[in-house]
């Protein structure tokens, strides 16, 4: 069975600070997704990486993708409040017809 | 906008009752999907359509029935609403296998 596990579950973050969340994959999959959901909305894309050593980023946001080690990290730089949401990673299912989604990790910033 | 419209966005139900939720999108795209989103649960697949024409079940697709009525739009049934399917309900869609998904608002669903 396919196992998408992202840890923390919760993080409380310091406005100023860096931080990182993982998500570790059972299955071969080649790309990985990370989405963002604010409170009471849908999910939006945050990003797509498409092969092993892949680095997106975005602002104060980077993703990586270790297809080997089956493992992606989100990392957060100098966090501010404006990050504060639920970040999904989601790989495909083995036949490649869906998203597998981990449970999410939710981020809350102060200051 | 282009984009996935999801229809109700609030549904209040008594156990028992029926309905459909309904998930329209515009950008001609061939798979689309069901998802529940539950507290601490992520989201879970309920039921998928790979192309116009087939539906296939998810990891959750016990009380829910599909019909992909055309390439755009992709409806979920209750037929008999139950307590435990109290969730927030989302339609996604796709281009094909390779790509990442464009989600709907959501439908949040109460079962009393």
């Known amino acids: 069975e396919l196992k998408v596990e992202q840890n923390p579950l919760f993080l409380s973050m310091q406005e100023g600070k860096n931080y990182t969340i993982y998500c570790n994959y059972s299955t071969t999959s080649d790309r990985l997704y990370w989405y963002r959901q604010d409170p009471g909305k849908s999910l939006e894309s945050l990003f797509v990486?498409?092969?092993?050593?892949a680095v997106k980023q975005e602002g104060r946001l980077m993703a990586s993708l270790d297809t080997k080690a089956r493992l992606s990290t989100l990392h957060i730089t100098a966090a501010v409040h404006d990050l504060s949401a639920t970040y999904f990673c989601a790989v495909h299912d083995q036949a490649g017809t869906a998203l597998i989604f981990g449970k999410g990790t939710t981020l809350s910033v102060s200051s | 906008n282009a984009g996935v419209t999801q229809t109700p966005k609030f549904q209040v139900l008594k156990t028992g009752q029926s309905m459909t939720l309904q998930c329209a999108q515009d950008?001609?795209?061939?798979?689309m999907y069901w998802y529940r989103q539950d507290p601490g649960m992520g989201l879970r697949l309920i039921y998928y359509?790979?192309?116009?024409?087939?539906?296939d079940k998810g990891e959750v697709p016990n009380g829910y029935n599909v019909s992909r009525l055309n390439k755009r739009e992709f409806s979920l049934r209750l037929e008999s609403a139950a307590p435990s399917q109290t969730s927030v309900y989302f339609c996604a869609s796709r281009e094909g296998n390779l790509y990442g998904y464009t989600f709907g608002s959501g439908t949040r669903l109460t079962v009393v």
């Open positions: 990486l498409l092969s092993n050593g």
């Open positions: 950008m001609n795209h061939n798979s």
């Open positions: 359509s790979a192309s116009e024409g087939t539906t």
